[in-house]
T-cell receptor
Framework: GDSVTQMEGPVTLSEEACLTI???????????LFWYVQYPGEGLQLLLK?????DKGSNKGFEATYRKETTSFHLEKGSVQVSDSAVYFC?????????FGQGTRLTINP | NAGVTQTPKFQVLKTGQSMTLQCAQD?????MYWYRQDPGMGLRLIYY???????DKGEVPNGYNVSRLNKREFSLRLESAAPSQTSVYFC????????????FGPGTRLLVL
């Protein structure tokens, strides 16, 4: 069935380090793909999305490329900041709803 | 433009009590959703509403009921709360069809003793 597998956390990095959070999905066809971010005590916010193969979504220095060959949508950032500390969710557009991964908690230390 | 609002922010219930979680959106969105978030399990869909007047079950509907009162409001009711319903509940909405980009409320933290 439809599912999303995310890199397990928690992930702890130092400020200015490079970040990659892996995400792969199992779905029928080529759905739209999303990354959502949840800051402490808040709801989820859309971080970026890609609607077709080879599209790159980007926002706030984060990027993710829709790879249909590997059914992946890995989240990357070249230099993380303390303010990036949050939980990150990968998701795709299912038939009737968004299908979410379990989330990856990211902590950035100064 | 407040987006998606939820009330209350936090609630403590005793087992067997009932309560309604309220959600409203001011973005004229057609679809609305209720999720619960539990540690290590991501978000699980409880119920959704594709349009005013329609509701459908999600992954974990047992113990819950919903009402799509009008286009703006989508409430979630717990008729007889159980400790297993201790969770954080999020309401969301999307402009058109199901599965599009969703906009989330700030959440309601519920503790059932």
């Amino acid at each position: 069935g439809d599912s999303v597998t995310q890199m397990e956390g928690p992930v702890t990095l130092s400020e200015e380090a490079c970040l990659t959070i892996n995400c792969t999905y199992t779905a029928t066809g080529y759905p739209s793909l999303f990354w959502y971010v949840q800051y402490p005590g808040e709801g989820l916010q859309l971080l970026l999305k890609a609607t077709k193969a080879d599209d790159k979504g980007s926002n706030k220095g984060f990027e993710a490329t829709y790879r249909k060959e590997t059914t992946s949508f890995h989240l990357e950032k070249g230099s993380v900041q303390v303010s990036d500390s949050a939980v990150y969710f990968c998701a795709f557009q299912g038939a009737q709803k968004l299908v979410f991964g379990q989330g990856t908690r990211l902590t950035i230390n100064p | 433009n407040a987006g998606v609002t939820q009330t209350p922010k936090f609630q403590v219930l005793k087992t067997g009590q009932s309560m309604t979680l309220q959600c409203a959106q001011d973005m004229n969105h057609n679809s609305m959703y209720w999720y619960r978030q539990d540690p290590g399990m991501g978000l699980r869909l409880i119920y959704y509403s594709a349009s005013e007047g329609t509701t459908d079950k999600g992954e974990v509907p047992n113990g819950y009921n919903v009402s799509r009162l009008n286009k703006r409001e989508f409430s979630l009711r717990l008729e007889s709360a159980a400790p297993s319903q201790t969770s954080v509940y999020f309401c969301a909405s999307s402009p058109g069809g199901l599965g599009e980009t969703q906009y989330f409320g700030p959440g309601t933290r519920l503790l059932v003793l």
